[in-house]
């Protein structure tokens, strides 16, 4: 459950973090964690200032049902070279876990998403291209545009990796 009061230019968002929608089964095959609720507060500024400058955010925002958005992942390949790359939620490499909202379970049992979150924008789709899903923590909304004409601020590199001799060692726990 989520519910949201604005007050003193901030809109507090109280939630239990579980997701409104239909989600994948936990603990699964590439995901041996299992969901449970989270008590978590969010205070997101009203007013809001462009800085013009990005910033690396681990959690950068939080969707209207106060499932959190976490695009990155902790696992990591170390290489012999010394270079260390994350390992991304889509990729053929490892399995994840993932459901069909590109989400998945911490080991504390947070559900969060890695992209869109496909049910929630089912939910939220009342027709319009643009879907507001979120708040980004600084305050600005979070949308998705179902055409794909709006793109996203963000993408990825197509440059090639390039350390030798890359090692990934999987944990026994998924972790993240």
Same mark, same amino acid.
């Given at each position: 459950?989520?519910?949201?009061?604005?007050?003193?230019?901030?809109? +507090?968002? $109280?939630?239990?973090?579980?997701?409104?929608? $239909?989600?994948? @089964?936990?603990?699964?095959?590439?995901?041996?964690?299992?969901?449970?609720?989270?008590?978590?507060?969010?205070?997101?500024?009203?007013?809001?200032?462009?800085?013009?400058? @990005?910033?690396?955010?681990?959690?950068?925002?939080?969707?209207?049902?106060?499932?959190?958005?976490?695009?990155?992942?902790?696992?990591?390949?170390?290489? *012999?070279?010394?270079?260390?790359? =994350?390992?991304?939620?889509?990729? #053929?490499?490892?399995?994840?876990?993932? /459901?069909?909202? &590109?989400? &998945?379970?911490?080991?504390?049992?947070?559900?969060?998403? &890695?992209?869109? !979150?496909?049910?929630?924008?089912?939910?939220? /789709?009342?027709?319009? #291209? +643009?879907?507001?899903?979120?708040?980004?923590?600084?305050?600005?909304?979070?949308?998705? @545009? $179902?055409?794909?004409?709006? $793109? !996203?601020?963000?993408?990825?590199?197509?440059?090639? =990796?390039?350390?030798? #001799?890359?090692?990934?060692? =999987?944990?026994?726990?998924?972790? *993240?």
């Amino acid at each position: 459950m989520t519910t949201v009061v604005v007050k003193d230019n901030k809109r +507090i968002m $109280k939630t239990n973090a579980l997701p409104n929608h $239909k989600k994948g @089964s936990f603990p699964n095959k590439g995901n041996p964690n299992t969901i449970s609720a989270q008590e978590r507060t969010y205070e997101i500024p009203l007013n809001l200032v462009l800085s013009g400058e @990005s910033k690396w955010a681990r959690e950068p925002g939080v969707a209207l049902n106060g499932v959190n958005f976490e695009p990155e992942t902790a696992e990591r390949i170390v290489c *012999e070279t010394g270079e260390v790359y =994350r390992v991304e939620a889509f990729q #053929d490499l490892l399995d994840m876990g993932l /459901d069909y909202n &590109h989400a &998945h379970v911490q080991p504390t049992g947070a559900y969060h998403y &890695h992209c869109v !979150p496909t049910e929630l924008v089912k939910e939220l /789709d009342k027709g319009e #291209d +643009i879907i507001l899903v979120g708040y980004a923590l600084d305050g600005f909304p979070m949308y998705y @545009s $179902k055409s794909g004409h709006h $793109k !996203p601020s963000c993408q990825l590199s197509n440059e090639r =990796r390039t350390g030798d #001799d890359c090692l990934y060692e =999987r944990q026994n726990q998924h972790m *993240e």
